[in-house]
């Protein structure tokens, strides 16, 4: 099964501005989930969001974070209030289709950068 | 605190030689552990393991899991150079927790 599609490839912003990140599946699939990796560092997991709503989150993905799915096809991920350390490579990634999944398949990713 | 711990940090290698890189967990509610290859960007999906001492293959690329001793093995047989990359194992539970990888690099 293919992988979900991101958008923008590379996304470059001043500290304090808003960004949103697109995550355009390919096919209906009900589990997607966001990842965040800074440069050299582990891949952290931030939300998780099954039949547009989200299920779990994690201590990063707090006030500043939101995740919606506005068209009942892009899934977003909204920055406010950009920081420095929110410079970070951020993966979608999807569950397979119609079923609760233990598999998921990441999308290329959007590169952030705060200035 | 879940975690993930991979070994070795690091390994080099040449063309041809077989490699086993390592992974210990430690996930409340664990479901299955995952297997990424992670060359420039994405991570890409080689193995799921639920079960323990079923070995997955996959042509050069197999993984065994056993969990009671919470642990698994990525075995890469006669490397090649296109092998180069990160491995990543994660654990999952109602998300992954990913370990730090392993940076292989195979020379001609």
């Known amino acids: 099964e293919p992988e979900v599609t991101q958008t923008p490839s590379h996304q470059v912003t001043q500290m304090g501005q808003e960004v949103i990140l697109r995550c355009v599946p390919i096919s209906n699939h009900l589990y997607f989930y966001w990842y965040r990796q800074i440069l050299g560092q582990k891949v952290e997991f931030l939300v998780s969001f099954y039949n547009n709503e989200i299920s779990e989150k994690s201590e990063i993905f707090d006030d500043q974070f939101s995740v919606e799915r506005p068209d009942g096809s892009n899934f977003t991920l909204k920055i406010r209030s950009t920081k420095l350390e929110d410079s970070a490579m951020y993966f979608c990634?999807?569950?397979?289709?119609?079923?609760?999944?233990?598999?998921?398949?990441f999308g290329p990713g959007t590169r952030l950068t705060v200035t | 605190e879940d975690k993930v711990v991979q070994s070795p940090l690091s390994l080099v290698v040449h063309e041809g030689d077989t490699v086993t890189l390592n992974c210990s967990y430690e996930?409340?509610?664990?479901?299955?552990l995952l297997w990424y290859k992670q060359e420039k960007k994405a991570p890409t999906f080689l193995f799921m393991l639920t079960s323990s001492g079923i070995e997955k293959k996959s042509g050069r690329l197999s993984s065994i899991l056993d969990k009671k001793e919470l642990f698994s093995i990525l075995n890469i047989t006669a490397t090649q150079t296109g092998d180069s990359a990160i491995y990543l194992c994660?654990?999952?539970?109602?998300?992954?927790?990913f370990g730090s990888g392993t940076q292989l690099t195979v020379l001609p």
């Open positions: 990634a999807r569950g397979t289709s119609g079923s609760v999944s233990y598999e998921q398949y």
């Open positions: 994660a654990g999952s539970a109602r998300q992954l927790t």
């Open positions: 996930v409340t509610n664990f479901r299955s």
